[in-house]
């Protein structure tokens, strides 16, 4: 079973919206980091959270850890169209990292 | 700098045939990785090598799949007699792990197998 898992699996809003993804994962972690997917090619890195962290941001994107509830979840604040793509947490359990099957987020112009 | 880069970017082949994939990581990154991702879906971790360590083969999914890593650089998946379930987008990731915990990867923009 996945160890890091999205939720929900599809998300549609429109543009200027927040948009919100939810990760939850199984065993204790090194650290939680979240990529984004555009057309099915490489992932792009987009933040890193260590297990002391609670709470890290970088421009629009807000990331929370909760490691008593093995979960953690991901804000874009002010989306736009650009921002459609597939967004996968991934946990460092030691190496490599286990990645969930994605969030697919659709941001309507 | 330069990114990860992977050759080719789309291979068609046929069922039965020998592929080889290549992975050239960022330089100066001890870790490398490969993935298998099928259409709409998460990641599949293939093989995993760090430095000159033992690689992690435990994602390889069959013994049809094998991978090297030269000189602590260029990266090759090979993936012998294909079969038409093969058929998926391979990625390539690699970053600087320390002292066991890992950093954030790097990907590349992956190759498109299709087994016809």
């Known amino acids: 079973s996945q160890q890091g898992e999205e939720d929900p699996q599809a998300l549609s809003i429109q543009e200027g919206e927040n948009a919100t993804m939810n990760c939850s994962y199984k065993?204790?972690?090194?650290?939680l980091q979240w990529y984004r997917q555009n057309s099915g090619r490489g992932l792009v890195h987009l933040i890193l959270?260590?297990?002391?962290?609670r709470e890290k941001h970088s421009g629009r994107l807000r990331v929370t850890l909760d490691t008593s509830k093995k979960s953690s979840s991901l804000l874009i604040t002010a989306s736009r169209a650009a921002d459609t793509a597939s967004y996968f947490c991934?946990?460092?359990?030691?190496?490599?990292?286990?990645f969930g099957k994605g969030t697919r987020l659709s941001v309507i112009a | 700098g330069a990114g990860v880069s992977q050759s080719p970017s789309n291979k068609v082949t046929e069922k039965g045939k020998d592929v080889e994939l290549r992975c050239d990581p960022i330089?100066?990154?001890?870790?490398l990785y490969w993935y298998r991702q099928s259409l709409g879906q998460g990641l599949e971790f293939l093989i995993y090598?760090?430095?000159?360590?033992?690689?992690?083969k435990s994602g390889l999914p069959s013994d049809r799949f094998s991978a090297e890593r030269t000189g602590g650089s260029v990266s090759t998946l090979t993936i012998q007699r294909t079969q038409q379930e093969d058929s998926a987008v391979y990625l390539c990731?690699?970053?600087?792990?320390?002292?066991?915990?890992?950093?954030?990867?790097?990907f590349g923009p992956g190759t498109r197998l299709t087994v016809t």
């Open positions: 991934a946990t460092d359990v030691g190496a490599p990292l286990v």
């Open positions: 990731a690699s970053s600087l792990n320390q002292q066991g915990a890992s950093y954030e990867q790097y």
């Open positions: 330089s100066g990154h001890t870790a």
């Open positions: 065993t204790s972690i090194n650290n």
């Open positions: 090598f760090q430095g000159n360590s033992a690689p992690d």
């Open positions: 959270i260590r297990s002391n962290e």
